[in-house]
């Protein structure tokens, strides 16, 4: 079982910054892959983000690359998410999640149903 806790959303205005923090309970944080994912009112949860158990190999949507990024620190059991350049389009709700890694070479995945473990959740709004 994990446990995930979000914090660091807010409110920011356009352009500027927020880094999410994820903390995780359990001894075997450092063999799960990660992701980050967005709901914002009315629409479908969506992913932002996802990084493997080891690091190695990272995702990201194309709505926020080169303005987001994901890293972890295994021994924290930390994961985080700095967000740059803020937009109004990405106010929504984020959420960390988790999955087993697998011994594969293949990225993290994209999918949301794929993802065993859920935060409760942190705000971001951005205005414009």
């Known amino acids: 079982q994990v446990q995930l806790v979000e914090s660091g959303g807010g409110l920011v205005q356009a352009g500027g910054s927020l880094r999410l923090s994820c903390v995780a309970s359990g001894r075997t944080f450092n063999s799960y892959d990660m992701g980050w994912f967005r709901q914002a009112p009315g629409k479908e949860r969506e992913f932002v983000a996802a990084?493997?158990?080891?690091?190695?190999?990272?995702e990201y949507a194309d709505s926020v690359k080169g303005r987001f990024t994901i890293s972890r620190d295994n021994i924290e059991n930390t994961v985080y998410l700095q967000m740059l350049s803020l937009k109004p389009e990405d106010t929504a709700a984020y959420y960390c999640s988790a999955r087993p890694g697998s011994g594969s070479w293949s990225p993290p995945s994209k999918d949301q149903y794929e993802y065993n473990y859920w935060g409760q959740g942190t705000q971001v709004t951005v205005s414009s």
């Open positions: 990084i493997r158990w080891s690091g190695s190999s990272i």
